[in-house]
């Protein structure tokens, strides 16, 4: 009887480059992109929403520079002329399209992967909580900066260039970090805090209800209840506590309107939605990583 023998099957070692561990969550962000960026009306069609928005403001300020607006005041209760109006008004026309991302792309992700079992493929490829929790955050992070951040730093370019000379152009310097700070945080607010929320039910349409019913109905009573008791209350509608941030940042106010709160409480109030949020993706990739298979620590 002949002695037993191994055969090579052809089985060859993998000798490509290998990628750092913590470079994982770089996949995950770019295949968020990839999927988001899918279809038509997921993504691109509010996409084109900001950035007509955003054209038709840069047209209203270039032609209409001279007049005044009588809806709101600036520093020392003056008018406001049109071309220093826009900027701070624009959150009211950039919340509603960063809304419809975030119940379009944002409101359901970890639901939807709970759902279809995804979390199995990622964990038994050694991906971490924290890689999936990065990965998403800054993909649908980069989706909604176009429209939230990107928007009012154009517009706050097109003030800087419409500066009647230099010395004006130099004073409205401060504008441009105004409008970066402004639109992280509505970057923070549709990306961070509807991702928490889908979190919370695995059943993608529960989760989506969910989102919108805190966002506009729950939003539309903290209003309402802080007109007749205290105006900080306000702050818990997300949407109120960034164009809050806006007007106070830019010294601007809306004529006949009592319902003011300070910056400070805005920014506790975003900041603490968001913190919760993503504390809710954690625990639920988390829960999912230890009932699943494979996972890496």
Same mark, same amino acid.
């Given at each position: &009887?002949?002695?037993?023998q191994i =055969?090579?099957?052809? /089985? ?7 990628? #750092?561990?913590? !470079? ?6 770019r =295949?968020?992109l990839? !999927? ?7 993504y ?12 038709? #403001?840069?047209?209203? &300020? /270039?032609?209409?520079?001279g ?12 008018? $406001? ?12 026309w ?12 944002c409101?359901t ?14 964990f ?5 909580p924290?890689d999936?929790v ?7 992070g *980069? ?26 152009l130099?004073?409205? $310097? @401060?504008?441009?970090y105004?409008? +970066? ?8 607010? /549709? ?14 349409? /529960?989760?989506?209800? $969910?989102?919108?019913?805190y ?15 205290? @105006?900080?209350?306000a ?13 106070? +940042? ?14 400070s ?14 504390g809710? *993706? ?6 999912a990583?230890? #009932?699943?298979?494979?996972?890496a620590?």
């Amino acid at each position: &009887m002949s002695a037993g023998q191994i =055969h090579d099957l052809g /089985y060859k070692r993998y000798v490509g480059s290998r990628r #750092s561990f913590e !470079t994982r969550w770089l996949v995950i962000m770019r =295949h968020q992109l990839a !999927t988001s960026w899918r279809g038509w009306w997921r993504y691109k069609a509010w996409l084109i929403c900001g950035l007509m928005a955003t054209a038709v #403001s840069g047209g209203v &300020m /270039y032609f209409l520079s001279g007049q005044m607006i009588r809806a709101l005041t600036g520093f020392g209760g003056q008018q $406001l002329k049109i071309i220093d109006a826009i900027l701070p008004i624009s959150m009211t026309w950039y919340c509603p399209i960063g809304f419809i991302i975030s119940v379009s792309v944002c409101a359901t992700m970890v639901a939807g992967d709970v759902q279809s079992g995804a979390f199995t493929f990622y964990f038994a490829r050694s991906v971490r909580p924290r890689d999936y929790v990065l990965g998403k955050l800054a993909g649908l992070g *980069v989706l909604v900066a176009m429209v939230m951040l990107f928007g009012p730093l154009a517009l706050a370019v097109v003030r800087l260039a419409l500066s009647d000379d230099l010395d004006q152009l130099v004073t409205l $310097l @401060p504008m441009l970090y105004k409008a +970066l700070a402004v639109g992280a945080l509505g970057t923070l607010v /549709y990306s961070a805090v509807p991702l928490g929320f889908s979190a919370v039910i695995t059943n993608r349409r /529960y989760a989506l209800a $969910l989102w919108a019913l805190y966002y506009v109905v729950i939003g539309w009573m903290a209003q309402g209840i802080a007109y007749v008791t205290r @105006p900080e209350l306000a702050a818990l509608d997300l949407n109120a506590s960034l164009k809050m941030v806006m007007m106070n +940042l830019f010294d601007a106010r809306f004529r006949g309107r009592s319902l003011q709160f300070s910056t400070s409480v805005a920014l506790i109030s975003i900041l603490a939605h968001s913190a919760i949020a993503i504390g809710l *993706v954690f625990w639920r990739v988390r829960k999912a990583q230890q #009932s699943g298979v494979g996972g890496a620590s």
